[in-house]
């Protein structure tokens, strides 16, 4: 659907403007327009931008589209100058849009597509160059070479975009020169870095555009299989997507004057920590190192991923005892920094599970499904509700939600308060909206210093599930009706990785 702006789409209400601006790069596209078309400087075009935004913008990102706008013009300075020119050229800032039609000859064809470049466009002297923003560092971005042909192609050969790019004929496009050189150079934010991707001649452009390029620009068009994951929230047919199931009341809450939006039990802790926090993961601004995680912490990403990796081995097969780290020198080669006492801990847990792992007694058509997503969409909320399972397998006709948590000492506290994960495990268990289809048992494994303990949560139970509801709308309702998405400055500053840009933030102190 992305790449067919004009296609027929899902009617979808309009949400109040008082929302607040939800692509992290539109303020600093804004911004940069002001200096560039306008001839503002960057205070100014700063000060006029806050003035006349359409739509209210978030301090933490309105601080960070300041760095944002300052990296990139500083980053524009150290771009290297184009082979064959003796001194810096100054390009202009074009304004509209490139595009190139290919494929049939004529718009008709379903061969026939546009290819069109965004992001900050310049020209002059026979150059053409485009600036591809990144809300990081270029360092941290690995090159994409069908990328990089398909952008180079259009700016070797495409002609300036004279209508609306949504409507739903094909462009109308006007005429242009050929460029002498086209160059591609990549820009991050964070760090004010930039990278010369391409340079040369039209030639050498259209020599990118190998087999390769064609054969994965025709997946694309051709479309493919359904992923539901993170991006569903944004989408426009989720609501009649085959693979996201539908599930009114999921969340017993009703519409808001917001849009539509997903949502995970992450997103509910961290908003119950800060909303502020919560707003800027999703416009997933570059993150700081937070405070190191604790060793408990470690050791337990440590134990899941170990125990995920056994449960991806193909066929299935159980666990078993000695399915565990030779040393701390081994475990360190996987990636995790463990030591001493958390490493013979940590080697015990999974040395528990092979006593517990529901594929000791399994049949050889038993089905494993570790760290499986699941993607549903309740239309009454109008959120897309996403869960990111420990373990979903079935034995038989039985399907089974585990959740595996490692904790040196059981709690006999309320689970479903403590767990709020298996309060959305018990939702969406009673809603049917697990894998099969039908009912699906839900299964807490905690791994402790004492044995590991397997609880069902008896998820069909109505006061089981009336509980479960109890505990997520305390995570959902705050969140699901919140425009502004207040700092909650303090405690929550310690491991927060946006404090740069949160201008309430307590600062952190060496001491």
């Not at 702006?5 to 403007?17: D, I």
Request: proline letters at 8%; charged letters at 25%.
């Amino acid at each position: 659907m992305k790449i067919r702006p004009g296609a027929p789409r899902p009617s979808r209400s309009v949400k109040s403007g008082r929302t607040l601006t939800a692509w992290a790069l539109g303020p600093l596209h804004d911004v940069l327009d002001l200096i560039e078309f306008k001839s503002l400087s960057m205070r100014d075009a700063l000060a006029e931008w806050r003035t006349a935004s359409e739509r209210p913008v978030h301090p933490g990102l309105a601080q960070w589209t300041e760095h944002a706008v300052s990296s990139y013009l500083a980053a524009s300075e150290r771009i290297p100058v184009p082979t064959g020119v003796p001194h810096a050229v100054s390009l202009e800032p074009v304004s509209r849009l490139w595009a190139r039609q290919r494929g049939a000859q004529k718009p008709t064809d379903p061969e026939w597509y546009e290819e069109m470049v965004t992001d900050r466009r310049y020209a002059g002297h026979g150059i053409r160059e485009l600036r591809v923003v990144r809300k990081g560092s270029v360092t941290d971005h690995p090159r994409d070479e069908a990328e990089i042909a398909m952008a180079v192609g259009v700016l070797a050969g495409g002609l300036p975009v004279l209508s609306s790019r949504w409507e739903k004929n094909h462009l109308r496009l006007g005429s242009s020169e050929e460029p002498r050189l086209v160059r591609l150079v990549e820009i991050g934010c964070a760090d004010a870095s930039c990278r010369l991707l391409f340079e040369g001649t039209p030639e050498q452009a259209y020599a990118c555009y190998d087999s390769g390029v064609e054969a994965r620009i025709d997946r694309m068009i051709a479309g493919g299989s359904y992923r539901p994951g993170k991006s569903c929230g944004r989408c426009d047919a989720v609501a009649t997507c085959p693979e996201v199931p539908s599930r009114p009341g999921l969340l017993g809450i009703s519409g808001s004057d917001v849009p539509r939006r997903s949502w995970s039990m992450t997103t509910g802790r961290t908003y119950c920590k800060c909303p502020a926090r919560a707003h800027l993961e999703d416009l997933f601004l570059p993150r700081e190192s937070a405070v190191e995680d604790s060793e408990a912490v470690v050791r337990g990403k440590a134990v899941h991923e170990w125990i995920e990796n056994r449960h991806r081995r193909t066929p299935p097969q159980p666990c078993e005892p000695d399915d565990t780290p030779g040393s701390a020198e081994a475990w360190q080669g996987e990636g995790w920094a463990l030591t001493g006492p958390q490493v013979r801990l940590g080697v015990q847990m999974i040395g528990d599970h092979a006593l517990v792992c529901p594929l000791r007694d399994g049949p050889d058509d038993a089905e494993v499904h570790p760290e499986r997503p699941v993607v549903v969409y309740d239309p009454d909320a109008d959120v897309v509700v996403i869960a990111k399972t420990d373990l979903l397998y079935r034995v038989g006709d039985r399907w089974t939600l585990r959740e595996t948590k490692t904790v040196k000492t059981p709690s006999k506290e309320d689970l479903l308060a403590e767990y709020p994960q298996l309060a959305l495990a018990v939702l969406l268990a009673d809603a049917e909206a697990l894998p099969g289809g039908g009912s699906c048992a839900v299964e807490l494994e905690r791994l402790t210093g004492s044995g590991p303990v397997v609880t069902d949560l008896e998820a069909a139970a109505p006061d089981v599930i009336a509980h479960a509801r109890g505990v997520l709308k305390k995570y959902v309702a705050p969140w699901h009706t919140d425009t502004r998405f207040p700092t909650k400055a303090g405690e929550a500053c310690k491991d927060c990785p946006f404090t740069r840009w949160c201008p309430d933030a307590v600062r952190r102190t060496d001491t």
